[in-house]
């Protein structure tokens, strides 16, 4: 999977995707993460990549060229079209389904915004869709980018360690995790489940499946009513006095 981040703050991204799991990725070269200077493009002799917006208003706008200008020279050689993303309170919200979709593409450009925005044009040439992280406004989309980039990253076969810890993770099958434990078994006084310790794996793989279906419909009743609960869960759920969703 390639990156490329159009950013003015280049210099941020080795700091945080340059280590931990997404840095070993690199090394590997499951992962390639590019960030260009949308400055260097400028054709201001100050290097300016912003400008008041044409009908007045607060803030500035980022200008056309120097982006138009950084993707072209990502481009220029390529016999194809990356997948084109602005970073936007705008867009759609990123959800694991999200995520997993754009873990198929190849080559992946991400365009960080600033001040008011970007010149529409921009969006309306090159952008192929706009994500938003969540509800709220940032300083820029240096964030947002880091958070698509690792979160499509950790999906990509050999980036993780052990496979299962991508598969039984939250929000892969619609459900929050179950509660983790690790030594010692007695904590202050608060002791591991029992059925952890026992060593019975299909009592633990239940026990987990339970905590996961409760914790969804105490924290994020939204998910919860949208999951389509099996046989199994069902019985489960009846089993252990929850209250079944019909």
Known sequence: MKFDILTIFPEIFDAIL??????????????????????????????????????GGNGLVMLA????????????????????IYMSPQGKPLDQKLVEDLSKH???ILLCGHYEGVDERILEELVDEEISIGDY????G?????????????????????EESYEEESHKDGLLEYPQYTR???????????VLLSGHHANITKWRRLQ?????????PDMYEQLELTSEDKK??????????E
């Open 18 to 55: 340059g280590s931990s799991i997404i840095g070993r990725a690199q090394e590997k070269g499951l992962v390639s993460v590019d960030a260009h200077n949308i400055r260097d493009f400028s054709k201001d002799k100050h290097k300016k990549t912003d400008d008041y917006p044409y009908g």
């Open 65 to 84: 060229q120097p982006i138009y200008d950084a993707y072209r020279s990502i481009v220029k050689e390529l016999d194809y079209k990356p997948h084109f």
């Open 106 to 108: 190849e080559h992946i």
């Open 137 to 140: 406004v940032l300083t820029g």
């Open 142 to 162: 240096e964030l947002p980018a880091m958070v698509l980039v690792d979160a499509i990253s950790r999906t990509i076969p050999g980036v993780l360690s052990n």
């Open 184 to 194: 010692p078994a007695d904590f202050m006084g608060k002791q591991v489940p029992e």
């Open 212 to 220: 996961a279906l409760r914790r969804t419909k105490a924290r994020r």
């Open 236 to 245: 489960l759920l009846k089993n252990n006095d929850d209250e079944v969703k």
